[in-house]
T-cell receptor, first 114, second 111 residues
Framework: DGGITQSPKYLFRKEGQNVTLSCEQNLNHDAMYWYRQDPGQGLRLIYYSQIVNDFQKGDIAEGYSVSREKKESFPLTVTSAQKNPTAFYLC?????????????FGPGTRLTVL | GQQVMQIPQYQHVQEGEDFTTYCNSSTTLSNIQWYKQRPGGHPVFLIQLVKSGEVKKQKRLTFQFGEAKKNSSLHITATQTTDVGTYFCAGPTGGSYIPTFGRGTSLIVHP
């Protein structure tokens, strides 16, 4: 589970503000993912990227945006359009986006909207 | 929506008792993965099952993949306080190759 960093660990924002969560990996993985975790909801996929300059919507992409300009980086922006953004956000990566590849998770960012 | 169902959502046990969590899919899975998330931590990969009827063991943990590849289970023998956490199963469903995670089973071990 090493090699993936997320910052910051805790983040507070005021309602109506956009905020960007950082995710960096040095595992040389092609695929990267963003999940949202709420109590009792498990992990829900927001966006994923199979390769640089390409990304796809997951199950709950509304109110979020991403970019993948570098292999190592996959930042997530939580926009003001996201109606309930308070949650624990997890970034993950895998060697490829194949269904048999292990996902390695970062430590997560806990976002609280005040 | 969620296509991988996991039960129970919570399980309280006394230390030394056994524990089992079950994972069910409405469609056949090409493989299933299990992850563990400690309280306050992040999910960590435990194991992957690929073959129909496969059984794998890791010390006190036994993982099974059903014959029809639609269900799986994780059994922990003689739980310890270090087993506390949430256990997730994940498998590619609905034609996607991206794993769908179950909602997890939170294990609470009472000393």
């Amino acid at each position: 589970d090493g090699g993936i960093t997320q910052s910051p660990k805790y983040l507070f924002r005021k309602e109506g503000q956009n905020v960007t969560l950082s995710c960096e990996q040095n595992l040389n993985h092609d695929a990267m993912y963003w999940y949202r975790q709420d109590p009792g909801q498990g992990l829900r996929l927001i966006y994923y990227s199979q390769i640089v300059n390409d990304f796809q919507k997951g199950d709950i992409a509304e109110g979020y945006s991403v970019s993948r300009e570098k292999k190592e980086s996959f930042p997530l922006t939580v926009t003001s359009a996201q109606k309930n953004p308070t949650a624990f956000y997890l970034c993950a990566s895998s060697y490829s986006a194949g269904g048999t590849d292990t996902q390695y998770f970062g430590p997560g960012t806990r976002l609280t909207v005040l | 929506g969620q296509q991988v169902m996991q039960i129970p959502q919570y399980q309280h046990v006394q230390e030394g008792e056994d524990f089992t969590t079950y994972c069910n899919s409405s469609t056949t899975l090409s493989n299933i993965q299990w992850y563990k998330q400690r309280p306050g931590g992040h999910p960590v990969f435990l194991i992957q099952l690929v073959k129909s009827g496969e059984v794998k063991k890791q010390k006190r943990l036994t993982f099974q993949f059903g014959e029809a590849k639609k269900n799986s289970s994780l059994h922990i023998t003689a739980t310890q306080t270090t087993d506390v956490g949430t256990y997730f199963c994940a498998g590619p469903t609905g034609g996607s190759y991206i794993p769908t995670f179950g909602r997890g089973t939170s294990l609470i071990v009472h000393p």
